[in-house]
């Protein structure tokens, strides 16, 4: 009987063992490839900002417009974020931080459907939107507002954090820093366990949720529309080739700064003269201190509430919207002036 170290038995078992498995995984490959896919796949769609939980939104305007490759001018997107903000439930104050501007300075728009509860706000000259809104997170705290900050910037989010738990106080115009901290431990406001003051959205999102102004190009314009966009909103052709002959003149950017300074010029313009008309305020520390006793009853309703609080952030950024440590560096001084006066 010849000696070999397989015979044709043994050879035939091995070829049918490695077939059997190659078949077992073949289907197992096969039963993963089209099964469910696993948790980690099957990711929630975005919902929008919610404005239950958070007494302030500060939108970072040109943060939101940059996410539509700025595909609408200034006025044209706080006309759609106003359209945007009648839209939600009443209860929640809506500033709307934009860069540049003649000066720092706050409207309050009293246009149908927004209740007295939007802000637009200017950061001027000196300051940017960044800026504006992480000093008004301050301030909002100081109040016990918690805010929901829409922007994509990760480094204003940083910011932001950062004011957010600060173990400083911001100074509210009615009050000196001391006062606001004994007030707000007499109120309660300590944060809850796990509660953060401040939470963010991406301007993504935002952009999503917003309405057109395509009814106003085409006449139909309503009382928002008039407020922000002028009397006699351009159609949409001749938007578009104003934003073409800008993007010609900034080359391989998509907008200069000049041209942001420009639209935001054009608009504080548009609010001034809604001022006039009795459409928008600029409100004052005085103004502030009539509505803190009509917004912080609590018999108020959310939306006296909101317009009271929409009062009180415009009159602290028209008083100079000061931080934290430039209102304690005011403080020292005038307790020096006393001191030696």
């Given at each position: ?16 063992l490695f077939d059997l498995a190659l078949v077992i995984w073949l289907v197992i490959r096969c039963s993963r490839a089209t099964g469910t896919p696993p948790p980690a796949a099957l990711q ?204 010609e003149r900034s080359a391989k950017k998509m907008e200069l700064t000049a041209d942001r300074a420009e639209q935001a010029a054009v608009l504080y313009g548009r609010l001034r003269e809604a ?42 950024i028209n008083a100079g919207c000061r931080s934290e440590k430039e209102e304690r560096y005011a403080a020292d001084r005038a307790a020096a002036r006393r001191v030696t006066g």
């Amino acid at each position: 009987m010849p000696n070999h170290l397989f015979d044709d038995a043994t050879f035939l078992a091995a070829f049918t063992l490695f077939d059997l498995a190659l078949v077992i995984w073949l289907v197992i490959r096969c039963s993963r490839a089209t099964g469910t896919p696993p948790p980690a796949a099957l990711q929630p769609v975005p919902q929008p900002p919610c404005v239950a939980t958070h007494e302030a939104q500060l939108v970072d305007v040109n943060n939101v417009r940059g996410r539509t490759h700025f595909s609408c001018d200034v006025d044209e997107i706080c006309c759609s974020l106003c359209r945007w903000a009648s839209a939600e439930p009443a209860g929640s104050l809506v500033v709307l931080e934009v860069d540049h501007g003649p000066k720092l300075q706050a409207f309050v728009l009293d246009s149908k459907g927004l209740d007295g509860r939007v802000v637009v706000c200017f950061a001027g000259p000196k300051l940017e939107a960044d800026d504006t809104i992480v000093r008004g997170i301050e301030f909002c705290r100081s109040r016990g507002e918690r805010v929901l900050a829409v922007t994509s910037d990760c480094g204003l989010r940083g910011r932001c954090s950062e004011a957010a738990k600060g173990e400083g106080e911001a100074a509210s115009p009615l009050a000196t820093a001391r006062e606001a901290k004994q007030a707000r431990r007499r109120k309660g406001l300590r944060p809850l366990r796990g509660h953060t003051w401040v939470a963010f959205e991406s301007s993504a999102t935002l952009a999503t949720l917003l309405p057109d102004n395509s009814a106003a190009r085409r006449g139909v314009v309503e009382d928002i529309d008039t407020l922000l966009l002028g009397p006699t909103p351009r159609s949409e052709a001749a938007a578009a080739a104003a934003r073409w002959r800008r993007r010609e003149r900034s080359a391989k950017k998509m907008e200069l700064t000049a041209d942001r300074a420009e639209q935001a010029a054009v608009l504080y313009g548009r609010l001034r003269e809604a001022v006039a008309a009795g459409r928008a305020t600029m409100p004052t520390e005085a103004d502030a201190r009539g509505g803190e006793g009509g917004g912080g009853e609590d018999g108020a309703t959310p939306a006296q509430k909101a317009r009271a609080s929409a009062v009180a952030h415009a009159a602290w950024i028209n008083a100079g919207c000061r931080s934290e440590k430039e209102e304690r560096y005011a403080a020292d001084r005038a307790a020096a002036r006393r001191v030696t006066g």
